[in-house]
């Protein structure tokens, strides 16, 4: 799910962007159809319980490879931080397989929960970014206010709460992730209450953004605070991030980019709400009810959650997405 399906979209969504920042054209044609089949045979290679980690990582060089082409020849300079970070996704990736190939469970859990925090990361910048653009432009009334300092201090502060947290793994650290985890949720959520998100209240491809990023604030003070209290399991923190922002942002970004690249207005069918909202509930039924000694129950609300929304999505646009561009 967190490589094979948000790693994915997420390379898919900054290869399609960069387009915009640079106008060179991405990949197209026989070399998208190419790397589709690439990425395709490694994912039935996993299924049968196989792995290439070498044609993996072919997917992955390819990937970064032309993303790095297209923002250095365009001096691109403001994207030129996706190059390290998408390269230390496919470093996490490769050696997460690694891991499990020669069974050792715990690093692979660990790997896996360092790419969850990078992916925080790349939905910070980029979240930063779209977010406030695209409430501006499509809530009425907007009041969005710039916030230079807390855009300057976010990536710093989640860097180094992340290198503490994957450190922590291999050597003993005199400190804990805690500070600067619960540091970066209150800029997040500072961040978002400076986006005027109630203003987004009456657009469900708003709404959805914000309450995406809403998670991702939650999800890292939350993830902090498991440090220092029991009463706070790590892992269910964590999937406030994994459902209700990398899950949340992934389906109204495509709901929504869907629509628009086939020429289409932005109104998505009503049930897209109860998708939404699914996929918000999923994420708090998987954190609040481990709290109450009902961690199974929250395990299959969020899994029945999150598959009716995604199943939502997958009725309504693909016709849209196989039929022509209005």
Not at 118 to 136: A, D, K, Q, S
Not at 241 to 259: C, E, K, N
Not at 303 to 312: E, Y
């Amino acid at each position: 799910m967190l490589f094979g399906f948000g790693a994915t979209i997420a390379v898919g969504f900054l290869l399609t962007a960069a387009q915009t920042w640079t106008k060179i054209r991405s990949f197209n044609g026989l070399v998208l159809l190419l790397l589709t089949g690439i990425w395709l045979a490694v994912r039935v290679l996993l299924l049968s319980n196989s792995v290439n980690l070498q044609l993996l990582a072919l997917w992955w060089l390819v990937s970064i490879g032309y993303l790095a082409y297209m923002v250095i020849r365009a001096k691109s300079r403001r994207n030129y931080p996706f190059i390290p970070l998408l390269s230390a996704m496919m470093l996490l990736n490769l050696a997460f397989l690694l891991a499990d190939i020669f069974g050792d469970t715990a690093l692979a859990l660990h790997l896996s929960r360092s790419a969850i925090l990078m992916f925080g990361l790349l939905v910070g910048i980029v979240g930063g970014r779209v977010i406030p653009f695209f409430t501006e432009r499509g809530a009425d009334g907007a009041q969005v206010k710039a916030t230079p300092l807390v855009d300057k201090l976010l990536p710093i502060v989640t860097l180094l709460g992340v290198f503490v947290f994957f450190s922590g793994h291999f050597i003993a650290l005199p400190f804990t992730p805690a500070a600067p985890l619960i540091a970066a949720g209150i800029l997040h959520l500072r961040r978002l209450y400076c986006w005027d998100p109630i203003s987004t209240r009456k657009v469900p491809l708003l709404w959805s953004l914000h309450a995406s990023y809403l998670a991702l604030g939650l999800g890292l003070l939350l993830l902090g605070a498991s440090y220092l209290t029991d009463a706070i399991r790590f892992a269910d923190a964590l999937h406030l991030i994994t459902i209700g922002t990398i899950g949340g942002i992934i389906l109204a970004m495509i709901a929504r980019v869907s629509l628009g690249h086939t020429g289409r207005a932005l109104e998505p069918h009503a049930s897209l709400n109860i998708a939404f909202a699914l996929i918000l509930f999923g994420a708090l039924a998987r954190f609040i009810l481990p709290l109450f000694q009902q961690a199974s129950l929250g395990w299959d609300i969020a899994a029945a959650s999150w598959i009716i929304a995604f199943s939502l999505f997958l009725w309504h646009y693909t016709p849209i997405l196989f039929s022509a561009r209005h």
